[in-house]
């Protein structure tokens, strides 16, 4: 069991890449021939400075995956099942792991994480609540509703860096490369 600081105790597998090429540390690792394209991340964040905030942390951090913003719920759907003004994505590579703030205009993160995980196309993406909500019944309803962590967001950006590469084995889930949406 992986503690994630601030979150909620989770056995989760590596699947951020560093720099070098090579996935980020996890408990136990088995070698690979070659490094695995970089599994993409959809961060789902309507604040820009939050959004900033984690993909420096990322980069501190040494994790080069390829990280897409979307900031509200309807723009994560439609990204995600190639929809709306993603139309032309249909049928791309889905996001391996997706990071979820709750609090969003319009549609919520709660009624988000939902959808993705009523869907047979989604529902194997790893998602992490990565969130200011400290309600108890936030934290039930989104582990209920299949998220594979709960992590409060830091108010500073240095206690945030140490929480990223404890997120770097943090994905449990993947089991072979994503399948295309569509």
Do not use: C
């Amino acid at each position: 069991m992986a503690k994630l600081a601030d979150g909620l105790g989770v056995s989760l597998a590596a699947l951020f890449t560093l720099a070098n090429g090579l996935p980020a540390a996890s408990e136990s690792q088995v070698p690979i021939a070659s490094p695995p394209e970089p599994a993409e991340i959809l961060l789902l964040e309507d604040d820009p400075n939050d959004a900033e905030l984690t993909r420096r942390a990322f980069q501190r951090a040494d994790i080069v995956n390829p990280v897409r913003v979307v900031h509200d719920g309807e723009e994560a759907l439609d990204f995600v099942f190639g929809t709306g003004v993603y139309a032309r994505r249909k049928g791309a590579r889905l996001p391996q792991v997706i990071l979820l703030d709750l609090k969003l205009p319009g549609m919520n993160g709660l009624e988000v994480l939902r959808r993705l995980k009523a869907d047979e196309r989604t529902k194997h993406i790893p998602v992490a609540v990565l969130t200011g909500s400290t309600r108890d019944r936030d934290v039930v309803e989104s582990v209920r509703l299949g998220a594979g962590a709960y992590i409060l967001k830091p108010v500073d950006f240095s206690r945030f860096t140490k929480i990223v590469p404890q997120m770097s084995f943090a994905w449990a889930l993947l089991k072979s490369p994503t399948p295309m949406s569509g």
